[in-house]
T-cell receptor
């Protein structure tokens, strides 16, 4: 069952902010929102996670709506190296199936010069 | 440097042969995972292990087998019973349940002809 919905692709200009949306309308109260990215032919890389509050780290910012039904990952100044597939995942911290991550199709982001 | 290594990067086998993919981590992580990725798709969980000498089936375990004799190693065998073995295989680890970030290896691309 897909827990998240993301646009299949988007383009972004180098140096500009990239805003990646994610819908998770059936999210439960104990589920976190996680973002990973996968550069071509590499393993996924963790970016950020959040529960209710907005979060920021050295890579990105995560904005979660008040009703928690959607979120936006913001890459503040996109570079060519940010070209990747970005996955939005919702998951409870303690899951029966051993902490597994369920990846959907993700958003293919192309950063253009 | 701590991390997850997978070898080899590319692997070619003839149909009907079993093949074992290596995954080693020096992060002292308890939990390890194997995922499969087909072109343009997200990751799907094959097997996971939360502790040495114990492992659980994931969503697509048929045709695969694993072992966890050492904390740092979690090899995956793709058997001849796996109908469509050609794929990108990713190993991941985490320090245990209740931990947010999963670390991924660089992946092994298996081609069976």
């Amino acid at each position: 069952d897909a827990k998240t919905t993301q646009p299949p692709s988007m383009d972004c200009a180098e140096g500009r902010a990239a805003n990646l949306p994610c819908n998770h309308s059936t999210i439960s109260g104990n589920e976190y929102v996680y973002w990973y990215r996968q550069i071509h032919s590499q393993g996924p890389q963790y970016i950020i996670h959040g529960l209710k509050n907005n979060e920021t780290n050295e890579m990105a910012s995560l904005i979660i709506t008040e009703d928690r039904k959607s979120s936006t990952l913001i890459l503040p100044h996109a570079t060519l190296r940010d070209t990747a597939v970005y996955y939005c995942i919702v998951r409870a911290l303690f899951e029966a199936a051993g902490n597994k991550l369920t990846f959907g199709g993700g958003t293919r982001v192309l950063v253009k010069p | 440097d701590g991390g997850i290594t997978q070898s080899p990067k590319y692997l070619f086998r003839k149909e009907g042969q079993n093949v074992t993919l290596s995954c080693e981590q020096n992060l002292n992580h308890d939990a390890m995972y194997w995922y499969r990725q087909d072109p343009g798709q997200g990751l799907r969980l094959i097997y996971y292990s939360q502790i040495v000498n114990d492992f659980q089936k994931g969503d697509i375990a048929e045709g695969y087998s694993v072992s966890r004799e050492k904390k740092e190693s979690f090899p995956l065998t793709v058997t001849s019973a796996q109908k469509n073995p050609t794929a990108f295989y990713l190993c991941a680890s985490t320090s245990g349940t209740g931990v947010h970030e999963q670390y991924f290896g660089p992946g092994t691309r298996l081609t069976v002809t």
